[in-house]
């Protein structure tokens, strides 16, 4: 696969700007406790998906653009990832963790059709043996299988898909440019049933929209061939609220009550609350039923809840044994 194909009605409609990204380094550390792994990569900020949800929209205010249609039509491209990251891989203090790609905006959005940074620092990860984990909902991750079994030969690496809605107009009217839910799952079948390790993300769960999908999301994953299975309670930080709560009432005029008063029962009375243990998971009885809804399913159907380990001892320098000569 060397682009993406879209239904009809899927495909962006709005103008694209690009704009070219300079930064010296290319690994992000996180510290947030909510989060199993400490560096990710993100080869493009911004996302032409344009889901309203989502919670880097605020990120692209330090870049002077608007979180709003901005973050969905101007995109920046940071053309120089594989070779920061290869430098980033030649220092000593590199000691070969978990990177994730990505953990801000998808990484196999359309434009990585175009530029294939991803496929490029996916290479960078193989030749090191650097594991990798990869958070997507495109499709076109599937043109990169062979990297992906490379990667399995000499590391560990998953592909995590990210699967909210399985109501086909509930996912269109919050994620308009993204594909359809079927065809997500079909992605894990053909990662799948090539060897690549995967697993479904049915995040952000949506309280009144989305969590009663749940069940049938995990039983299509895990009949396609997922082991695992994870799930993250909508967060709105900042200005997301206001961008998801204007489409919601917009596209779902009849719902939109219902999900912003589910939001509040799962978040202690607030419609988002960024405090860290509770933010990713929220609090109260509502929440706790979710929460067991999806346990509950994930082990009958065989799916693991846990994270890949963020440490490893395969990582390994290619020029590393010119020191012996």
């Excluded at 900042?238 to 917009?250: M, S, T, Y």
Aim: charged share 25%.
């Amino acid at each position: 696969m060397t682009g993406v194909e879209y239904d009809a009605g899927e495909a962006p409609t709005q103008s694209l700007e690009v704009y070219d990204d300079r930064s010296r380094t290319v690994l992000s550390k996180n510290d947030s406790p909510d989060l199993h792994f400490r560096w990710t990569i993100n080869p493009y900020r911004g996302c032409v998906h344009a889901c309203a949800y989502c919670y880097a929209r605020p990120t692209h205010e330090y870049l002077s653009f608007g979180a709003g249609t901005d973050f969905d039509r101007k995109i920046v491209v940071k053309t120089d990832a594989p070779k920061l990251l290869r430098e980033a891989f030649e220092k000593k203090s590199w000691k070969g963790e978990l990177v994730v790609i990505s953990g801000v905006t998808d990484c196999y959005q359309p434009l990585e059709s175009t530029y294939g940074l991803t496929r490029a620092c996916l290479e960078v990860c193989a030749e090191y043996k650097n594991p990798v984990g990869i958070v997507t909902k495109s499709p076109l991750v599937e043109r990169d299988i062979d990297v992906l079994l490379r990667l399995h030969a000499v590391t560990r690496v998953s592909v995590a898909i990210s699967v909210p809605f399985w109501n086909e107009a509930n996912c269109r009217a919050i994620e308009p440019f993204v594909t359809t839910p079927a065809r997500r799952i079909k992605t894990i079948m053909r990662l799948a049933s090539a060897g690549v390790p995967v697993t479904v993300n049915v995040a952000p769960v949506i309280p009144g929209l989305s969590d009663e999908d749940m069940p049938a999301i995990l039983e299509a994953a895990a009949s396609a061939g997922a082991t695992g299975a994870h799930y993250v309670l909508l967060r709105l930080p900042g200005p997301v609220k206001k961008v998801f709560e204007d489409r919601l009432r917009a596209a779902l005029p009849l719902r939109a009550e219902k999900v912003l008063a589910r939001l509040r029962e799962a978040h202690g009375g607030k419609v988002y609350d960024a405090s860290f243990g509770t933010r990713g998971i929220g609090e109260g009885p509502y929440a706790d039923m979710i929460a067991r809804l999806f346990q509950s399913t994930a082990e009958r159907l065989g799916l693991h809840t846990g994270f890949m380990g963020a440490e490893s001892n395969t990582f390994a320098r290619p020029t590393a044994q010119l020191g012996l000569f």
